[in-house]
């Protein structure tokens, strides 16, 4: 075998039902689709059959690296996982990722990737030390929290084990189980539902090996070029952590690799019980201190700690306790109705009877356990009318005028896309409200970075629909070539720079990682090419499980009116009134603003031209399948491509 850099050459592929472990070669799919979430599409394009569902045993779990985990390469520690997401409704394909340490212990272990597929019998763990690997009896685990399954899994391999688990609210046939894994991070969407499907607690991994790199000096200038481009204090959005009143921030934590951290912190109740958060920190303290003020911030920081133990979804719990607030107060759902003491929501009591009944799938939590949206499709229409308006949109279309593209096109477009948008607008944000004071990202400084990302000035000038297609489809291929590196979201791109006179970032340091670990000459133009051949991958998975192209890529209505709507994300935090950049010296307000539906649906025309796809409906044209290498989506996409 020839020398590889970056990657180590083989995926793992495991099937429970046989009990069967083989390998593949890492090259067979590298070279097309790079790794993470490109390769993770291929082996499912491949491998799944799109009238399964998602709990099927033939339905894989995909677990990926990227070629720059554990190696020298700055913020790359994360694994992508996807499949079909029993978490998604209706069931569709889907991704999640994860911090820490796991990606880069695989990779030291032997394995750029796990596919896993089938059912065991019983209960089992897989056990990979460098290249031995075991399927084992987890029995004895099953049924345990994560934070009992990691200390057990620790004194048996030692403190320097990494492992992916899950806890009861995984294995117990619910919908929004999550995959835990170290330094509190965790991946949703389902996927740790899926694990408990196949009757997998746990994957631990110990690896001694090293992961070659081609350009090792390359790397390390690279990385000093990083450091004098992020700057000091505000200029990084993350370099403060987010917390409660009351709680102490210990100390940040970081992922393998991670030279500047983020919100990632140790954090220390009032009680004094500690844990690991990220920006999930604040996310029951609103519902929590309306109700019991007094206690509000312990019980926040136990119901975090609790929710992400049981292998739930932290944002899915906060969306159900929302809407079972709702339901009580209009009379849609009582106590008798629930079995929980709905007059008490937002005390510890009933947190943890809340959580303990979806995990275990006991009366009403069996239904709550399926997700907010099939449980309000449940209780009736009432409280459906409830889920629709109180529904929230982060990085919104109304606010972002290329989100309208985003979430369009997309079941639900990552959160990797929707931060583009939002982070240097953010950067402006804090320029224009403190008065140039927190921040160096101008006017000028802004339409200078719309140009180098986004394609154009006109891209930042939000009393205009012009630039915002071109700025979506740009957005999309960098965002999914990044996910196929991986890199972490919270520090690429690098969008400005503190250390250069005009500020503006600069978007080619992904490819110049990339060509100094594997030693491939690729440049921006080539590898936002991956991105986009990885998207329309993405796309025709998407079709072939049933989307309709342009009669599809539809916005809720309440996109179309005009109201003021709750505010769920860091700009409007910096930003309540919703300030943004027009044209000349001119400032709007988006605030209380809605999508023009014929100026949407002219964007949708722009954007389709640019992919290459029928503008009339949505599909897209065989002869671009061809042009990005992806021939092997026509025959079986016949009806759904033009």
Known sequence: ????????????????????????????????????????????????????????????????????????????????????????????????????????????????????????SQPLYLSISNEKVELKDARHLWGLTNSKTQSLIKEEFGEKARYLTIGP???????????????????????????????????????????????????????????????????????????????????????????????????????????????????????WSRKFPQTATETSFRATTLVDDYSLCVIEVSFILLWLEKCFDNGILSEKDTGLPLAELGSWEFIETLVKKISYGEGFGKILAEGVGRAAEHVGKDSQEILKTGRVMPYGPKVFLPSAILYATEPRPAITVLHEVCHPLTKWAIWYTSKGDKSYVSTEVLRKIGQKFWGSETAVDFSTYEGKALAAKKIQDRQYAKECLI?????????????????????????????????????????????????????????????????????????????????????????????????????????????????????????????????????IKKETLKELDLTEVIEPLKKKVI
Not at 91 to 102: I, P, Q, W
Not at 243 to 254: D, E, W
Not at 495 to 504: E, P, T, Y
Not at 564 to 592: C, Q, T, W
């Open 487 to 619: 890199l972490c979201d919270f520090a690429f791109p690098i969008f400005d720079n503190a250390s250069s006179k005009d500020h503006v970032g600069d978007p080619s340091l992904e490819s110049k990682l990339l060509s100094a670990v594997t030693g491939k000459d690729i440049d921006e133009t080539e590898l936002n090419r991956y991105g986009e051949r990885v998207f329309t991958l993405n796309r025709a998975i998407h079709s072939r499980e049933g989307r309709n192209g342009r009669e599809d890529d539809r916005l809720p209505e309440t996109q179309f009116i005009e109201r003021e709507e709750r505010l769920a994300d860091v700009f409007g935090i910096h930003n309540p009134e919703l300030f943004l950049p027009g044209s000349g010296d001119e400032i709007i307000s988006r605030k209380g603003k809605a999508l023009e539906k014929d100026k949407f649906e002219k964007m949708l025309d722009e954007y389709y031209e640019l992919r290459g796809w029928d503008k009339t409906t949505g599909l």
């Open 1 to 120: 075998m020839k020398e590889l850099y970056g990657w180590v050459g083989k995926i793992l592929r495991v099937d429970l039902s046989e009990e069967k472990i083989s390998e593949l070669e890492t090259e067979e799919y590298s070279e097309h689709f790079i790794g993470g979430i490109g390769i993770g599409q291929k082996f499912y394009w491949d491998e799944a059959s799109p009238e399964l569902d998602a709990f099927h045993p033939d339905s894989p779990l995909i677990l990926m690296t990227g070629p720059l985990a554990a190696t020298s390469a700055p913020s790359a520690p994360r694994l992508v996982a996807c499949g079909k997401s029993p978490a998604m409704y209706p069931e569709v394909f889907n991704s999640a990722s994860l911090g820490g340490f796991f990606a880069a212990e695989l990779k030291k272990a032997g394995y750029d990737g796990i596919v896993i597929k089938g059912k065991a």
């Open 169 to 287: 609210g995984a294995e117990n046939g619910s919908r929004i189980g999550t995959i835990a894994t170290d330094i509190g991070s965790s991946g949703s969407r389902g996927f740790g539902s899926l694990m408990g499907s196949k009757n997998l607690k746990a994957i631990v991994v110990k690896g001694s090996g090293a992961v070659p790199v081609a350009d090792q000096e390359r790397i390390k200038q690279i990385r000093k070029q990083i450091k004098a481009m992020i700057g000091e204090g505000f200029f990084n959005l993350y370099g403060t952590p987010l917390s409660l009143p009351g709680v102490k921030v210990v100390k940040k934590v970081h992922c393998h690799g991670c030279p500047q951290g983020c919100w990632r912190t140790l954090h220390r109740s009032p009680s004094g019980k500690e844990g690991v958060r990220k920006c999930q920190t604040p996310i029951f303290y609103s519902l």
